[in-house]
Antibody, heavy 120, light 106 residues
């Protein structure tokens, strides 16, 4: 059974870069879309972007200028970098998988989430 | 971009009740709609995909319907484990989530 686990710093200073990694265990990275999704405290869910196993990416237009998602197939990991962070980027960050249905399907596997706070 | 709305924002119900949650897209998304359940401190859990397909392992009391811009999640007989927040999500163009519907105990 596939499991996802987020890892990375829980505290980032304003204007710096938030970096998180998602490790995929129990399955292959191939033929899926791998996304980052975030949820500010007490608020709803926001999709950040995805990377396809081929390496192609797609980002939320509202965050596109600050986001990079990359893939390391040798380690079965994918990563998020969000630069120039502010307090508004404080959130629980989830990684999630979507099946390939000639395009991404719904998110069927999620990590447990990791809280990232932006504060000096 | 496609906006998603949900109604109601909060729903008070009792065990055994039939519960219906509505979701509307700002433009047609065909049937590219999913429903998730989220409990406090936990990741969302996929319930329904492609508007009406039940995810493996999800109880059959959950069902989804709709196409185009209007969708519905129905819980046929509410169980104690179902008190949670429910989100709809479109994946026709990028991904957008609705604001959520909290189902609490009446």
């Amino acid at each position: 059974q596939v499991q996802l686990q987020e890892s990375g710093p829980g505290l980032v200073k304003p204007s710096e870069t938030l970096s998180l990694t998602c490790t995929v265990s129990g399955g292959s990275i191939s033929r899926y879309y791998w996304s980052w999704i975030r949820q500010p405290p007490g608020k709803g869910l926001e999709w950040i972007g995805y990377i396809y196993y081929s390496g192609s990416t797609n980002y939320n237009p509202s965050l596109k200028s600050r986001v990079t998602i990359s893939l390391d197939t040798s380690k079965n990991q994918f990563s998020l970098k969000l630069n120039s962070v502010t307090a508004a980027d404080t959130a629980v960050y989830y990684c999630a998988r979507a099946q390939d249905s000639s395009g991404p399907d719904a998110f069927d596997v999620w990590g447990q989430g990791t809280m990232v706070s932006v504060s000096s | 971009d496609i906006q998603m709305t949900q109604s109601p924002s909060t729903l008070s119900a009792s065990v055994g009740d039939r519960v219906t949650i509505s979701c509307r897209a700002s433009q047609s998304i065909s049937r590219w709609l999913a429903w998730y359940q989220q409990k406090p401190g936990k990741a969302p859990k996929l319930l329904i995909y492609k508007a009406s397909s039940l995810e493996s392992g999800v109880p059959s009391r959950f069902s989804g319907s709709g196409s185009g811009t209007d969708f519905t999640l129905t819980i046929s007989s509410l169980q104690p484990d179902d008190f949670a927040t429910y989100y709809c999500q479109q994946y026709n163009s990028y991904f957008t989530f609705g604001p959520g519907t909290k189902v609490d105990i009446k």
